[in-house]
């Protein structure tokens, strides 16, 4: 490992006005962090801990959640929150490492469509969700689908 | 500002043009540099970073009479520095002292500087030793303060203030060598004026010359001719010693001021401000000693006079530890709260160095070399001075490096932090002043020629001594005979062994034969200064046949006001390859200025 | 300083979990068969481990989070900040002891 | 030639504390010869109450005069000492080698994180650049009309005492591994330096020196790591200092 750096404290771009990103950035990961610890839980707690934990997660679990209003909001405000999150923690490490301007643009750039494309593909799920799609094998689907 | 400018080369050697030249970047450097650098081209050229610069490790504060807690005015701390100074002290500069103290405060408030505070939001003032009411009556509370690290505070906004002025600094440049070129003046006698200063890169090993109208010397003390002492490894009296090559005097070099209470055997220094805030010396058998020697002012008599006490306790076997070889300082009665707020850094340097708890146990100390009374003679503009009368146009010198002379034969704490600010400010004002009205002065063909010559010198000896061994023998030399107590005798000792140092040193060894921060040359460079001004410091009080302030005299206990209330002024004359000091010293003698305090008996 | 580099560490590798469990989820919309075919491999053991790393994972940096939350909002926090990271690693073992012999009992159990 | 050329140090009393012998492993550079920095191990005899400073003045007053370190004051109050410590950043005038455990050899290396120069010598200019680019001095447009000091209470001048302490030695900046990645981050150092003058009662310019690190490489880059605080010799509770600048800068007001 190099013990020092070429050249510390290049010259500085001076900073553009606006909305400070880094600021936001960095108040959003404490709010956000706050908000995940009970979403993420919440949701380990009930998937893993209840019942038969991960052996019950299945096809119609799922499908028994996401029918429930409760649990859609549930899982859009993590799934918006923990990917934003996660997103703006992956983009500080990038600023931290990325010594070449280009591999930074890249990398970031790619952070950023995956979180766009996974949150949009994600949201679509949750509402576009149907818990009882025709043809399927009813043994797999929850049993309010079949039931009365 | 940030990369220094490398000027214009010609045969690998840098030229720079500033009107106003200072070397040296501690306290005394940066306040000239805050006048001049506003309003002339001024370059500041210093060894160390300027934060490094040992005015950083004062502690104990910085004396003005503002009155802020008790009624206070500049009449007595004038009197007070004169007394301090056993009455070698010129007086009229010591007015301007006292005086300008008020501003130089405000100054140092104005510019950041954070001082401990008042209830009621002022400049927050403590007791110091020798700092009287009423012309001796009682203790008064004088110093301004900022914890127990003013100096480095006082270090910290000055710099601060150079960077909002963006002054031009060159830092870790050694200044070797003063070129000074023969002028015809006005009217029309020839006068020394000087050019210009030769400056070594340390980071390249290039040289540098700095062309400049007025020149500032402002490069601290040399208190590294002595093992034992408060000062930096770097203080080895550079800008003294480069005075001193040039043929120019030097004034009072045998008054060095001996600290009381150096961390036993270290040196590193517990501040006055701990007696001042009610610390009290103690020898084994626990008694406050003080008492008998200075009744009215016990532990906050002057230095030479504590120092002088505990030498004395310890010579007649009251002194503490194994060897009986240290006194204690006691602060285990003041509140560990109190500690904490106004003397936190010191009590750290017991616990740290010695390992003992200041809370709980008396913490051993000595007396430390701490303080060149003497040094580059001045006028009270800064002006340095040729002989008795005259000025070398266009040189200043302030701080520890000059001799004004406010601290006589003993300063008083606190006295010279005012000293660097108050000398330091008129230093710089007088430069550009000087700068303005005068031309540039040509430099000779070769500007670097001196100091390619002292490089070789120190590069070309047989390299059969060592640099650290020449060094040690003459600190532990001076300890032994140039310290709180002299006699002829001992003088004579250490003055035969300088001689045979200085022979020795033609042939030390540098090892380190690369260019790029080669710290190995620059200390054998160093080490040269140091003999010189330690043979300087020997001469001068071998030939002081008195006992005065710090100086004091076994084989002459009494002061002799009669023949002796007059500075010395010693110059390199002669022979200067000679081994024997009388063959190049000559000494002369300067009246002492008095105004209003004509000497009595120094009695606290 | 290690407790940061656990916490970036444990950041990037939940990212990535992430990605994936959304995709796997997007599974539902396709069919049921597909969705739990994929999930299905979640029950096998060597997952089931996998899934007490990522719980692991999850754990340490939600909890070490909060610790860097109340450190920056609360001077309390700065001046006994490890003492804090004491009690995130204690909080973290609890969670632990509660979730993983629970989790492979399930994961296990057949 | 003598050989004990270092400076015995403490007082005789404490001499009684026993000689031992020691291992220095020292990184030595030389950029005029070296292409890589070597470890170069040195067995030195030493003394109860030595410091490492000690030990580097016997290697290079005794041994090699060509070793090339900083130091000035040798008690901790100028900074110019500041170097890695058996992994540690640390001044070396202040590390007692008996706090070490001198049984193993004791590693000292230059500041990581600045360009090295010359064995423990670091390029210093990229630390003070940061240092002066936050504005550390007092901004203040008018003077007490009294020709006095300004006022400022007790309680005004407690808020800032911990950051006044910082004598800009650089073992913070070069200790933080957000520094360590590409050395752009302003670093504990330079935000200590603002902290002092953005909470002084005295000074109008917080909103400039707020302004300046409330940017991409500002407070928010710190990651709290306490790498800083622990490396500080003045004891400076520096993440605190970061902590309560970022909060300042959140209300927009110091
Ligand atoms: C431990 C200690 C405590 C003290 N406490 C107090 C106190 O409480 N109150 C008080 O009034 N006084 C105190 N003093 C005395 C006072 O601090 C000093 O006398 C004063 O700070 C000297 O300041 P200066 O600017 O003259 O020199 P310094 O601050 O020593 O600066 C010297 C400068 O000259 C530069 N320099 C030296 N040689 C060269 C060269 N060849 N080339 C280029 N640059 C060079 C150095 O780099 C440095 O920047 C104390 C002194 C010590 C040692
Ligand atoms: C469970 C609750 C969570 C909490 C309390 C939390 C808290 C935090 C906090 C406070 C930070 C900022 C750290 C800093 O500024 O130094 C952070 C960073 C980060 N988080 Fe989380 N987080 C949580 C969940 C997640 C999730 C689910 C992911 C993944 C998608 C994630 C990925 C990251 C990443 C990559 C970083 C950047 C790490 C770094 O800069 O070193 N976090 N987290
Ligand atoms: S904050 Fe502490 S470690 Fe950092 S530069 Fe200042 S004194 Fe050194
Ligand atoms: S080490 Fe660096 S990350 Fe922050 S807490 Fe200190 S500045
Ligand atoms: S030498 Fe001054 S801090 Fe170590």
Known sequence: MTTSIESPRAARTVRRGGVNWEKWGWIYMRVSGVALVVLIFGHLFVNLMIGDGVKALDFAFVGGKLSNPFWQVWDTLMLWLALIHGANGMRTITNDY??????????????????????????????????????????????????G | ??????????????????????????????????????????????????????????????????????????????????????????????????????????????????????????????????????????????????????????????????????????????????????????????????????????????????????????????????????????????????????????????????????????????????????????????????????????????????????????????????YKDYVYLDITHLEPAVIDAKLPDITEFARTYLGVEPYTEPVPVLPTAHYAMGGIPTTNNAEVLRNNTETVPGLFAAGECACVSVHG???????????????????????????????????????????????????????????????????????????????????????????????????????????????????????????????????????????????????????????????????????????????????DWKPVVVTNYPPTERKY | MWSWVFHRITGVAIFFFLLVHILDTALVRVSPEAYNAVIGTYKNPIMGLGEVALVAAIGLHALNGIRIILIDFWAWGTRHQKLLQWIVIILWIVLLVGFVPRHLINVFSE | MASDVV????????????????????????????????????????????????????????????????????????????????????????????????SQPIYVEALKGLPLEKDLIVDMEPFFDSFREVQPFLMASTKPKDGKERLQSPEQRARFDDTTKCILCAACTSSCPVFWTDGQYFGPAAIVNAHRFIFDSRDEGSQVRMDILNDQEGVWRCRTTFNCTDACPRGIQVTQAIAEVKQAIMRGKP
């Open chain 4, 7 to 102: 400076e015995k140090s403490g007082p005789r009393a404490h001499e009684a504390v026993p000689t031992f012998t020691v291992t220095m492993i020292v990184r030595r550079f030389d950029p005029e010869v070296d292409e890589e920095p070597r470890w170069v191990d040195y067995d030195l005899q030493m003394h109860g109450t030595d410091r490492v400073l000690d030990a580097l003045h016997k290697i290079k007053w005794e041994i090699d005069g060509s070793l090339a370190f900083r130091r000035s004051c040798a008690h901790g109050v100028c900074g110019s000492d500041a170097m890695r410590i058996n992994g540690r950043n640390r001044l070396a005038c202040k590390t007692l080698l008996k706090d070490l455990d001198v």
């Open chain 2, 409 to 587: 034969s003993n300063r008083l704490g606190t006295n010279s932090l005012l000293d660097i600010n108050v000398f330091g400010k008129r230093a710089g004002n007088n430069a550009v002043a000087y700068a303005k009205s005068a031309d540039w002065v040509e430099l000779p063909k070769d500007p670097t020629a001196g100091v390619r010559k002292l490089l070789d010198h120190v590069r070309s000896g047989d390299g059969s001594e060592r640099i650290a061994v020449i060094r040690r023998e003459l600190q532990e030399a001076m300890d032994r005979n140039a310290q709180v107590f002299r006699t002829d005798e001992s003088l004579r000792e250490v003055g035969d062994l300088i001689k045979t140092l200085r022979a020795r040193y033609r042939n030390v060894q540098v090892q380190d034969k690369g260019k790029r921060f080669n710290t190995d040359l620059l200390e054998a460079v160093e080490l040269g200064f140091l003999l010189d001004l330690a043979e300087v410091v020997v001469y001068s009080a071998r030939n002081r046949k008195e006992s005065r302030g710090a100086h004091m005299r076994e084989d002459f206990p009494k002061r002799d006001d009669k023949n002796l209330m007059v500075h010395t002024m010693a110059y390199l004359a002669g022979d200067a390859e000679s081994a024997v000091a009388s063959d190049h010293i000559t000494l």
């Open chain 2, 1 to 322: 500002m940030a990369k220094t400018d490398e000027g214009t080369v010609i045969d690998g050697v840098h030229y720079h043009k500033h009107d106003v030249v200072i070397v040296g970047a501690g306290g005394a450097g940066m306040r000239a540099a805050i006048e001049a650098g506003p309003k002339a081209s001024t370059a500041v050229i210093s060894k160390l970073y300027p934060t490094r610069s040992h005015t950083g490790a004062a502690q104990g504060g910085m004396a003005a009479a503002l009155a802020n807690v008790e009624e206070d005015n500049w009449e007595w701390h004038t009197y007070d520095t004169v007394k301090g100074g056993d009455y070698l002290v010129d007086q009229d500069a010591a007015e301007i002292l006292a005086k300008e103290a008020i501003d130089a405060i405000i100054d140092l408030e104005n510019m950041g500087l954070p001082f401990n505070r008042t209830p009621d939001g002022r400049i927050d003032q403590r007791r110091f030793g020798g700092h009287t009411r009423e012309h001796g009556k009682a203790p008064v509370r004088r110093a301004c303060y900022a914890a127990d690290r003013t100096g480095h505070m006082i270090l910290q906004t000055l710099y601060q203030n150079c960077v909002k002025h963006g002054i031009n600094f060159f830092n870790e440049f050694y200044v070797l060598d003063l070129v000074m070129t023969d002028v015809k003046g006005k009217d029309g006698k020839t006068v020394s004026r000087p050019a210009g200063v030769v400056a070594y890169e340390l980071a390249t090993g290039d040289l540098h010359v700095f062309q400049g109208k007025s020149i500032v010397f402002a490069t601290g003390g040399f208190g590294k001719i002595y093992k034992t002492t408060s000062n930096a490894h770097t203080l080895t009296g550079d800008g003294v010693g480069i005075v001193w090559r040039k043929g120019l005097p030097l004034e009072d070099m045998e008054f060095f001021q001996f600290h009381p209470t150096g961390l036993a055997g270290l040196g590193i220094l517990l501040s006055e401000a701990a007696r001042g805030e009610g610390a009290i010396l103690r020898n084994a058998d626990g008694e406050r000693f003080m008492e008998r020697y200075a009744p009215t002012i016990k532990d906050l008599a002057p230095r030479d006079i504590v120092a002088r006490s505990m030498a004395t306790e310890i010579r007649e076997g009251r002194g503490a530890g194994p």
């Open chain 1, 98 to 147: 990325a010594h070449n301007r280009l591999v930074g643009v890249v990398v970031k750039g790619a952070i950023l469509a995956a979180t766009v494309v996974l949150i949009i593909l994600g949201t679509l799920v949750v509402y576009t969700f149907d818990p009882c799609p025709a043809g399927a094998p009813t043994d797999l689907l929850p049993t309010f689908c079949t039931g």
